[in-house]
């Protein structure tokens, strides 16, 4: 577990200082294998993805992203997403079985290891963005 502790605060960034949709939408831009499969004890490495992902993207745009992916979300379980949303949530995340792995393996380091996540972190996590794709204009 040192190791982890170790991985989990060498970043610019904790991973307890990630919301579990910012740690998903980090592993989405990592090199984490779109065909990986959880081993027990793989926590560290889950944990160096995130970490990977979140100074790819920076934070800025981690955030934004995490957001925008939070919103579609919170839309998608209320049956409430117009096809714009999705459309932008496509263009945002464009491989949707990488989306949903990530989704699940932030949730195993959520649920598992870095159970705490900071208190700026669910602040973020409460400020969903609601993106639409533009309106395309139809040739006449």
Known sequence: MPALLEAVQSARVSVRDLSNMERAVALYASDMPTSYRYPRGDDERLCGWILQGAARLGLEELYRSAACASGYMRLWVEDEATPRHTAAHTARFPVGK?????????????????????????????????????LMAVAA
């Open 98 to 134: 990488r989306f949903d792995l990530a989704m699940r393996m932030a949730s195993m380091v959520t649920l598992g290891p870095v159970r705490e996540v900071s208190d700026a972190a669910l602040e973020r996590s409460d400020r969903p963005i609601y993106e639409t794709a533009p």
